[in-house]
């Protein structure tokens, strides 16, 4: 069986490598001819554990190929991905399918042979149905060309683990023989008893969006209870670990902090609400609504936080350690530590902006920080730190340890992984979201004169 994969990014990459890596000969497309060149040298445009020697390792075996020709995948390949973006449109919601579309057209009119198409791309309920008419408009009438779901789960950062061993594969069809074509893609999962969901078109899409819908909603929730507990005391912590322990509710996705970002889980929430919208059910995903306004909030909290721990952000100096949306990843999409740096700037703040692997593409879209190489250079001379993104490298900072490399004594934890009560031991001035700030006395004062806002924007 041959199999082609359509868009290279993270989803498309991913999976041509970890088929290669199946056994399977496959031949990726993207219409970018520099990111063909580059994955054919065996080089990978972005930061992903274990995917640049899976990539090397086939482009030398010969088994993983790369090309920009539909002409070329349409007569070569048997079952053909499709792992294109599915951006937010420009000033709405929705989801944006130019690219999706395309592909599909694209495909179907270079087909020579019957083949199944299989969408990954996350995209809004309906459009596998949608996608059907497409390819039977465009398709040559000798061949069939038959159309699968198979939505892909994979978390950047664990990438090649979830691919090749995913904890569920899910897959909608319309006949047995494209549930057996895939059952034989997906044999090596299957043989080591990897649940296998085998449904129709319109339940494939949606479990991929409700199960984003569900762990950003996971994530909002917690933090609407930091809102809380930075009001009246608490540990948002231990609330997580105790509530956590409830197997129905389960520990993972309640870490609080500056929220969630990157390139899926805030757009697809958004898309979501739109499409219900479209289909006049507006009400049903109006809850996204309010958790895509308490993870924004979250962002704000860590401004209102610097405004306060320095009297006023204009002129200050203040160190971003980490600006990627999250550990092991290089990508700072909708990166709610990129945002705070530039709201920070906004009101007058000089950025210092550090992350182990974040800042080429952080500074491609925000050019008016400085960059640097290390976390010392970073800190060197900042008048207030910003932990945002949980690196191992800032998971293991000490208070004597920063001490050694700063004047100031002044942090943020935007992701709680610092102990609060051993940095404030250790003479800092720790403010970490979800926590009351100044820490000493419970007041029943809301948050915005809790926090005494000096100057800027209220909260
Ligand atoms: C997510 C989904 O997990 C994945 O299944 C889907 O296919 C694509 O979207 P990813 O974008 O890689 O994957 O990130 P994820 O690990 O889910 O984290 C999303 C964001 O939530 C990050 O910004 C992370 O820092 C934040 N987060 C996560 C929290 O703020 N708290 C948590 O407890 C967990």
Known sequence: MRITVIGTGYLGATHAACMAELGFEVLGLDID????????EGLLPFHEPGLPELLRKHVKSGRLRFTTSYEEVGAWGDVHFIGVGTPQRAGEGAADMTFVDAATISLARNITKNALIVGKSTVPVGTTRRLKALVRDNKRPDVSVNLAWNPEFLREGFAVVDTLTPDRLVI???????????REVYARALGRDVPLIVTDFETAELVKVAANAFL???ISFINAFSEITEVIGGD??????AIGLDARIGRRFLNAGIGFGGGCLPKDIRALQARAAE???ERSMRFLDEMD????RRRERAVDLSRVMLGSLSHSKIAILGVAFKPNSDDVRDSPALDIANSLFEEGAEVTVYDPAGNVNASKRSPQHHYVTSMEDAVKSADLILVLTEWDEFKALTPEGLAAQTETRKIIDGRNILQTRVWEDSGWSLAALGHR????????????EQLQLSSGPAA
Do not use: C, M, W
């Open 33 to 40: 001819p520099l990111r063909v060149e580059s994955l054919s």
């Open 172 to 182: 909608g069809v319309e006949s047995p023989e494209d549930e057996l074509t895939l």
């Open 216 to 218: 950003a909603t996971k």
């Open 236 to 241: 948002i912590g231990t609330l997580a670990d």
């Open 279 to 281: 289909l006049g059910l």
């Open 293 to 296: 306004e308490i993870n924004l």
């Open 437 to 448: 700030y100044p820490p000493e006395h419970a007041t029943e004062e809301p948050l915005g």
